[in-house]
């Protein structure tokens, strides 16, 4: 408890009161820690990083980079708490075929498997010691205030884990369901459960969407996460749920953002070291620019070191945030680098649109559409699905597009039908772009 205190304490100061230099050199310290803990006891790291100096954040910028490939290639010599991969991934597995999804492994750690195609999934260790922390980090950076306490929390995620569930303390109830329950039974729960916060992922919230008259609970807040939470559906959510709505932007690598009391994203700079980089792998410190890639230096979990990890989520940094704290400010997280949609110009050249564009044009087009896929095939041709509330004239939604993109001089051929959206049936993230366009062309783009 005492620690809890001290640790919610010291991320609130972190948070609020820390200057741009204070916030350096803490990161600096807390690098050169994590390194040489790192050289000292993983294998991979003591090779690759043997040599290399760490007196700046400069020279932490030329460590080499890593990414979930390499993670799981190197996994038994890259962890410092000598856990086997397969052993480590048999017992992953079984406890999600048998959706057990409470217990640590060996005791200690929580395993954590992330999303992607199978060969491509990611396995993450978590200690004990830094889960239990959760509540105070949870406290401290969910945007939640403390006048809210207690919270009676209804959390909704493909899969559950010990991690979550050491979310729970004296103040804070966290009751699980997964996202493939029945809309129906979700509510129900949410009233019976007396459910003051919602946590779900958007795709979630657009399946509740239909159903949302029959809550009678008062939510103080909802909380998305897990996906890309876009301005218009957070709009949507706010007026059809009658509550603020705040994202948390987290993933199996780290604690990415939090939101502030205002509502505004900060980069957890505290917990992971983010560097951001552009199309041309050129640095971005400034905001309104759009980031291509990150790399995620986690500086707290030192039981699998995640140094300099790469990863292809897109943000943009905006101006510093009124609520005045140094942590930089994310204006917006645009979703993967893969989700962007390519089009011919009419000179023949690539162009591409951003996906949260592409999506402000579908949800904004009608109040109707509760949800959509949209699949990129070729250069310029993209097959769409929606899900509609209601009888839907679907010519609109085709018009509107190829008026958008023709402002852009671009061309298109879309494919539009409404057909029945649903989540998918195994651990995946549903997906709202889904491209199978791979290329390299240079090109302008439009945001
Ligand atoms: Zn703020």
Known sequence: MIRAIRDFILLKRHQTQSTHDEIKDYQLKKLQALVNYAKENSPYYHEKFSGLKLECLDDFSHFPTMDKDTLMTHFNSINTVHIDRQHALDFALRKERDKDYLGYYKDRYVLGLSSGTSGNKGLFITPKALTKRLPAVFLARSGLSLKELPYRILFLLRVFSQGFSDINAPFIKLKYLSTMTDPKTIIATLNKTKTNILMAPPSLLNQLVPHCDQITVRLKKIITYAEVLTAEDKAKFAKLFNTKIIEIYQASEGQIASPCLYGNLHINEDLVYIELY??????????????????????????????????????????????????????????????????????????????????????????????????????????????????????????????????????????????????????????????????????????
């Not at 500086?299 to 292809?312: E, F, G, K, W």
């Not at 994310?330 to 592409?358: A, M, S, T």
């Not at 402000?360 to 949800?371: K, P």
């Not at 085709?398 to 649903?422: F, Q, W």
């Open 278 to 447: 552009d199309h041309k792998q050129q640095r971005i410190d400034e905001p309104h620019r759009i980031g291509h890639s990150m790399v995620l230096t986690n500086l707290v979990n030192v039981a699998q070191p995640l140094i300099r990890y790469r990863m292809n989520d897109m943000i943009v940094l905006d101006e510093s945030c009124p609520c005045g704290s140094s942590f930089r400010t994310i204006k917006n997280v645009l979703g993967r680098d893969d989700d962007i949609l390519y089009f011919y110009n009419k000179n023949n050249q690539i162009d591409v649109v951003y996906p949260d564009l592409f999506a402000r044009w579908i949800i904004t087009e009608s109040d109707l559409i509760r949800e959509f896929q949209v699949t990129q095939n070729r250069i310029g041709h993209l097959d769409i699905t929606i899900d509609t509330t209601a009888e839907y004239d679907v010519s609109l939604l085709k018009r509107r597009i190829h008026d958008e993109l023709a402002g852009y001089g671009l061309t298109s051929k879309l494919v539009i039908a409404i057909a029945p959206i649903a989540l998918p049936k195994d651990r995946n993230k549903y997906k709202r772009f889904v491209s199978y366009v791979k290329t390299n062309t240079s090109r302008s783009s439009y945001d």
